[in-house]
């Protein structure tokens, strides 16, 4: 058995509470998964990650094959035990980071070629090699290769983006479900498999994204994401997209919206029926010394801060609001210290997370209507 | 009483056990203090820093000057509360920053001239301003403004910089009695007054050493430093310097070596009677790939860890050792990844803080001489 839906309770607005059994943690939803783009969530050592309470991490297939390589990271056992995350991983496919982080693409329907950002070597994806890619890596939850569609794109644009990620979504399925055997923890849980979630897209045309979300359940992957959002496009589209899809997809399995987003998306989101969640923002955010408060947006730089003494976010309890003051964070942005990302990341990882968990808390509590 | 000097046992080879009861922490002599420049003891929060058992830190007066300034860390009521760090601190004077990193200074009887490293303004640090800034920031121990004199300096050179690090002894005695009523913790610890060292200078001419180290015992400072080492001398012309001056030294008072060293000096000198010492050594290495550990030191970066599984140093309990591979922290510094110079860091302060813990218990096990 791959993964174990358990749906607790669904509301009257559509949000659902819900564990995800997968090999490495059971997963209560819904959640927000920090990214670890290559094996760490960066400037924030693993322990503090855990505990923050991350349930599950994103690592990213474009970076880590490029960096150490998927075959080193399957040989040291696979990137659980390579980065000692214990709980649960969830990887791309590659498919994003090909598309936005590499200049020289060439799409075809066999797959893409493209140019390494670090060195300029010339690599080639296929819906076949990014699942490779994936089961070396070993990650509970893998996700199928697919094309994200620009935004804005005309609809002969769309539909012929859309026609390639359905048939990579089969293709992905057919290679996945064949290599299983070659996971690196196979053996430590018993044999059981890594899932595969097929990705809905389709631009913002709402016909085509909900022919693809009608192919992919046809298909029966183990969960179901909405792709190419966040990709430019205005927040009210973003909404509309995900409130068209999401009844769309099977009650009885996850539903992940991809590369969102910001504390007041994720949380209206979560409160529709969306289970999972990732983003760079709250740690390249805070990166950039900007803060998520239950007052706003702190951009701690700005000179009014240089002696407050108060805590970033005084509703807030997370180990740095606890020990430090606005100023003092402000000192480490200004001198260049690297613990201004560590502490910033910090932040902002546990106002994400907690907000998750005052969700959680909400949808438990809430009538349930089914 | 500023500090409490409580000597446990003296050995045959002239270490020795000691508690030096400071206001904010009884610190175990020897010891070795992390560099915490500019209020961080780089990359690394405060909370590990006090779980890997440093008792005592040391910050910058220069960069701490400068940026955000000591009249707000007085403002702020100190150095400790503003870094929130609760053990023990000690600032430098400002005399070393200002003679290693600054390009325009000129040096006077009054004070030196300089610019700063970061925006080319001018400044003018006396043995008085010295101090009042110490005193803003609050450190348990502040250090005489002198000149340290560079290597190699002829005999004349030596013999003008211990005239003039001498007449700033006085003058740094005298303003910092006359202005402990400044402190900004002073009521927190029923008045008890900050602790001042002095630094013997000399070049590495043996009389000139006697003579600063006589002069200085005279004033009767808190405790004594031995500077203007680690300056590019040879090893040896270190180690003589300091077998020369430790027996001039009070029994009954610290004794500190500024600015040193290698694993392996810490350690000789720690067993040859030296109280304190601090190095940025762990952490600059740390942020270039270069751990010290029971093998030697590792270059981290070297290819030959890419899949080298083992803990950084099989011989070390800490908490990197313990979860983390030489392959990962090979990969996190090939990425550039901001948790690199964590973990090592972690990782080398670990080393050198469990180096002082042993000499301590061999120290504390070996037959008393008197």
Redesign the interface.
């Known amino acids: 058995m791959s993964l174990a839906f358990n749906l607790l309770n669904t509301t009257e607005s559509g949000g659902r509470r819900a564990q995800i059994d997968l090999p490495h943690q059971t997963v209560e939803t819904p959640v927000f998964m920090p990214v670890g783009t290559?094996?760490?969530v960066?400037?924030?050592?693993?322990?503090i990650v855990e505990s923050l309470g991350a349930q599950i991490i994103l690592g990213n297939t474009y970076?880590l094959y490029l960096?150490?390589g998927h075959e080193?990271i399957r040989?040291?056992?696979g990137l659980h035990r390579?980065?000692?995350w214990p709980r649960a991983m969830l990887t791309d496919s590659g498919g994003f980071q090909v598309y936005s982080l590499t200049q020289l693409r060439k799409v075809t329907d066999e797959g893409v070629r493209f140019r390494s950002h670090l060195d300029g070597s010339s690599h080639f994806f296929t819906p076949e090699h990014s699942m490779d890619v994936q089961i070396a890596l070993g990650a509970d939850i893998c996700m199928a290769f697919d094309e994200c569609t620009e935004y804005p794109a005309d609809r002969p644009r769309a539909e012929e983006s859309l026609r390639l990620t359905m048939a990579w979504a089969h293709r992905s399925l057919d290679h996945f479900r064949a290599h299983q055997h070659e996971v690196p923890w196979r053996d430590e849980f018993g044999g059981r498999p890594q899932s595969l979630f097929g990705i809905v897209q389709g631009g913002m045309y709402h016909d085509l994204r909900r022919e693809s979300a009608e192919r992919l359940v046809e298909m029966n992957f183990d969960g179901y994401a909405i792709g190419g959002l966040s990709v430019g496009e205005p927040r009210e589209l973003t909404l509309e997209v995900i409130r068209e899809v999401l009844p769309l997809l099977p009650r009885d399995k996850p539903r992940y919206v991809m590369g969102v987003g910001y504390p007041d998306e994720i949380e209206q989101y979560a409160r529709m029926g969306v289970d999972m969640m990732d983003c760079v923002l709250p740690t390249r955010a805070a990166?950039h010394a900007l803060l998520f408060t239950s007052q706003g947006r702190l951009n701690i730089k700005n000179k009014q801060y240089?002696?407050d003494?108060n805590p970033p976010d005084p509703a807030c309890d997370c180990?740095v609001c606890r020990?430090?003051?606005r100023?003092?964070l402000r000192?480490?942005v200004?001198?260049g210290?690297?613990?201004a990302?560590?502490?910033n990341s910090i932040h902002n990882l546990a106002y994400y997370l907690a907000i998750m968990q005052r969700v959680r808390a909400d949808l438990a509590a809430a009538p349930v209507t089914r």
Not at 42 to 47: H, I, L, N, Y
């Open positions: 290559a094996g760490s960066k400037a924030v050592p693993q322990d970076h960096r150490p080193a040989r040291m056992g390579f980065i000692s990166r240089a002696e003494q180990m020990r430090y003051s100023a003092y000192h480490l200004q001198c210290e690297p613990l990302a560590t502490l």
